[in-house]
């Protein structure tokens, strides 16, 4: 069949180009995201996801360092945590160092929400009766601003938005203090979560779309999906294959999470799906039900 390791990427509005597969770090402690980076980067990967609230940038950054590629030759993404909506240009010096980097290649506002930075915990404060998290009532389209003002420093090359509705990003585009349009947004997606409106809506925008969670989150459920088991074995792959194929194949970058040697080299490998099987990706949740695997109990609506 044909698959190989994928090289592909995507221009950004930026006029850069951003490698269509990364090595997502998400729930990967330090200890196991040293590991991780190292094996992506000696795999192939040129693209290493992370966050401030990941609580691994010191890690992925030494890893970084000691993969011996130079810096330029990667593309790294890190991003703004919900406590630092107030005071942006600190959560980024703060990521910065942790990581030990001048620059980000991607800078993304992690949540349209902001949290109360004195609180009673820096990254999930909750309000003084214990019964919801601190969220403070601000403006995400003025977070935005704040990081547009990153722009020139040169710490950040472009910046972007994450877990952002259609309707949140309409109007972050339609406020006259938005200067630079988003260059991603990243999201949960995965063929139980395909959201091919808000993809096609980010397309007609020149936003690049990220899709997190591509197995469908811990545990890999999508993993058992029949429908899967029967494209997978067409091809002689694994399931997990072909949903990042399928992102790929879709337009999308795509991020696999892994802390395993083995698993991240071969989540590198894609095949060229054809189109009746990208199409039948695209109807399973139509049988197996719309099911999102992220969703945080902020105590207000996010996806609307």
């Known amino acids: 069949m044909n698959f190989n390791r994928s090289t592909a990427s995507l221009k950004l509005n930026t006029g850069v180009s951003i490698p269509q597969i990364g090595l997502g770090t998400w729930q990967s402690t330090e200890d196991e995201v040293y590991g991780a980076v190292l094996a992506a980067i000696k795999a192939g990967y040129r693209h290493i996801d992370t966050a401030a609230i990941y609580q691994n940038e010191t890690a992925v950054g030494k890893a970084i360092k000691d993969s011996g590629i130079p810096r330029e030759e990667l593309f790294v993404t890190t991003k703004l945590w919900c406590t ?125 779309v990220e899709a997190y969670s591509p197995l469908g989150s811990t545990g890999a459920p999508l993993l058992k999906n029949e429908k899967l088991i029967k494209i997978a074995e067409k091809y002689g792959v694994s399931p997990a294959t072909i949903c990042i194929s399928w992102a790929i194949w879709r337009g999308t970058v795509v991020l696999p999470k892994s802390v ?45």
């Open 84 to 208: 630092y909506h107030t005071r942006v240009q600190q959560g980024l010096d703060e990521s910065l160092e942790r990581l030990g980097l001048e620059y980000v290649d991607l800078y993304l506002m992690h949540w349209p929400l902001a949290m109360n930075s004195n609180g009673s915990d820096n990254w999930f404060p909750f309000k003084s009766d214990g019964s919801t998290r601190d969220v403070i009532e601000w403006d995400y389209v003025k977070t935005y601003e704040s990081m547009q003002e990153l722009l020139p420093s040169g710490k950040v090359k472009a910046i972007g938005i994450s877990n952002f509705t259609e309707e949140k990003i309409e109007r972050l585009l339609n406020s006259e203090t938005t200067k630079v349009k988003p260059a991603c947004l990243q999201i949960e997606l995965h063929p139980l979560l395909p959201q091919q409106k808000l993809i096609d809506y980010c397309k007609s925008k020149d936003i690049v």
């Open 260 to 304: 395993s040697s083995a698993r991240i080299e071969s989540n590198l490998v894609v095949v060229k799906l054809d189109d009746e099987d990208g199409e039948q990706i695209n109807t399973i949740h139509e049988t197996e039900g719309v099911q999102r695997f992220v969703s945080p109990k902020w105590g207000v609506v996010i996806f609307d």
